[in-house]
């Protein structure tokens, strides 16, 4: 019992890790392009320009949101 518990943190860890707005933005990132491929929409090219900006994005979005200032 004490592997699968250590197994199951590992991942945790691994995918979550000390950010878990970063892992919710790239598994919302990569529905959103599963999508787009499979509607055929977009070419390769497109798809990975976008999903790059928008991995960046949300990362922009998770860092301005952990250092702002908190109001008192």
Not at 12 to 29: E, L, P, Q, S
Not at 30 to 54: C, E, K, N, P, R
Request: hydrophobic share 60%; glycine share 6%.
């Amino acid at each position: 019992m004490k592997f699968l518990k250590s197994f199951g943190q590992f991942w945790y860890d691994f995918i979550i890790g000390d950010d878990w707005k970063i892992a919710v933005a790239v598994v919302i990132t990569l529905a959103v392009m599963v999508a787009a491929m499979l509607s055929g929409a977009l070419s390769d090219t497109a798809l990975t320009l976008i999903g790059g900006a928008l991995v960046l994005v949300a990362f922009s979005i998770s860092l301005a949101i952990d250092v702002r200032q908190k109001s008192r």
